[in-house]
């Protein structure tokens, strides 16, 4: 099973400031790492994704998430916010099964970013 | 050329009705699911398919019945609603290999709400 938490609820931040959200999992098995935008009134739109290999791994609009094994942990980060990345951002897990995994995916509570003039 | 598109996208209904949201992909995905956000922008995974066969179906009361004609479609059934399943519904679709993880793509949700 898995669990993500992510730590703030709420992030407030002055345009062309940098911004961190912060994502922690837990897992019994090794997995996939996911960040997800939500603007109001629509789906979910993939911002980054971690699979294998590098542990820095680059995004859409600018975004970039770290993936620490040992901190069990997958940062979102941006050096400099517009106010069009105000939204909501998800985090999220799947665990690499045997198998197929089916792609089960486990979502943080979410961080509602919002970028102020 | 949306590429997962569900309907309708508002649902207003009265307690105890019976209710359908339909669901399409046009992306080639063999894997199709349906998650419910609730009133705090919580998602949790229901049910997902591949290739029309039911894969995982999280603890949703019998109430709920998924149903996937092909593998571009999954529509949601649900029967004698609640009040706590006012919701946004949202539908996703991936294409799955095994030991590979592929992003969902998701729809722009369905609000469902009970009277």
């Known amino acids: 099973a898995q669990s993500v938490t992510q730590l703030d609820s709420q992030v407030p931040v002055f345009e062309e400031a940098p911004v961190e959200l912060r994502c922690n999992y837990s897992s019994s098995v090794s997995v996939y790492l996911f960040w997800y935008v939500q603007y109001p009134n629509q789906g979910l739109q993939l911002l980054l994704k971690?699979?294998?290999?590098?542990?820095l791994v680059k995004g859409i609009n600018g975004f970039e998430a770290e993936f620490n094994k040992s901190q069990t942990s997958f940062h979102l980060r941006k050096p400099s916010v517009h106010i069009s990345d105000t939204a909501e951002y998800f985090c999220a897990v799947s665990g690499k099964a045997g198998g197929t995994s089916y792609g089960k995916l486990t979502f943080g509570q979410g961080t509602i970013l919002t970028v102020h003039p | 050329d949306t590429a997962v598109s569900q309907t309708p996208k508002y649902l207003v209904t009265q307690m105890g009705n019976d209710k359908s949201i339909k669901c399409e992909q046009n992306l080639g995905h063999d894997t199709m699911y349906w998650y419910k956000q609730d009133s705090k922008k919580f998602l949790k995974i229901m049910f997902s398919?591949?290739?029309?066969?039911?894969?995982i179906n999280e603890t949703v009361p019998n109430r709920f019945s998924p149903k996937s004609p092909d593998k571009a479609h999954l529509n949601l059934h649900i029967n004698s609603l609640e009040l706590g399943d006012s919701a946004v519904y949202f539908c996703?679709?991936?294409?799955?290999?095994?030991?590979?993880?592929?992003?969902?793509?998701f729809g722009d949700g369905t609000r469902l709400s009970i009277l």
């Open positions: 996703a679709s991936s294409q799955e290999r095994p030991g590979v993880g592929q992003p969902q793509h």
């Open positions: 398919y591949n290739n029309k066969e039911l894969i």
């Open positions: 971690y699979l294998s290999g590098s542990t």
